[in-house]
T-cell receptor
């Protein structure tokens, strides 16, 4: 079975550039989550969607970050403009909701120079 | 008080030994609990859910103590391949998929 698919796996770009991260959740899962992981702060929830609708975006750092989920099989996380402090591993996860656990994608390792 | 707290370690343990670590949580209304495992430069993967009565999966045993608000993970007969970071995950009282909080993880190193 296909798991959560993220792209790209790695991204290196200069500060000020727009960065778009992509995620395809597991088919049939109705909840999708975007996380950021750094050594200092651990795993932080940025935003999550339920049935394609953003439910809680309180973890989004600032207006430079935006996320969309146009349909049940695709979501994007965009950073514009990017800054060096955005460097982290960004994970997408999905679940079938309720008390069910989340399944993570391989992550996108983002480096902003 | 942090929502979910774990001893970051590292725990250095000889192969074959038994190791246990705890995780405390602050929200008494938390409903669901999980242990995830994360290998270096990899994504977190579900290790096991934690049930009220405690549960076992092979060499791994998870316990929940609601009164003291902690969960534990016990690994028996540790293997080199058990070396990883173990994340404690707590789900709050909200409905749907919200309220999931990750600890920062406990780093475990199994030594030959």
């Amino acid at each position: 079975d296909a798991g959560v698919i993220q792209s790209p796996r790695h991204e290196v770009t200069e500060m000020g550039q727009e960065v778009t991260l992509r995620c395809k959740p597991i088919s049939g899962h109705n909840s999708l989550f975007w996380y950021r992981q750094t050594m200092m702060r651990g795993l932080e929830l940025l935003i999550y969607f339920n049935n394609n609708v953003p439910i809680d975006d309180s973890g989004m750092p600032e207006d430079r970050f935006s996320a969309k989920m146009p349909n049940a099989s695709f979501s994007t996380l965009k950073i514009q403009p990017s800054e060096p402090r955005d460097s982290a591993v960004y994970f997408c996860a999905s679940s079938s909701g309720g008390i069910q656990p989340q399944h993570f994608g391989d992550g996108t390792r983002l480096s902003i120079l | 008080r942090k929502e979910v707290e774990q001893d970051p370690g590292p725990f250095n343990v000889p192969e074959g030994a038994t190791v246990a670590f705890n995780c405390t949580y602050s929200n008494s209304a938390s409903q669901s609990f999980f242990w995830y495992r994360q290998d270096c430069r990899k994504e977190p993967k579900l290790l096991m859910s934690v049930y009220s009565s405690g549960n076992e999966d092979g060499r791994f045993t998870a316990q929940l103590n609601r009164a003291s608000q902690y969960i534990s993970l016990l690994i028996r007969d540790s293997k080199l391949s058990d070396s990883a970071t173990y994340l404690c995950v707590v789900k709050g009282s909200g409905g749907g998929a919200d309220g999931l909080t990750f600890g920062k993880g406990t780093h475990l190193i199994i030594q030959p």
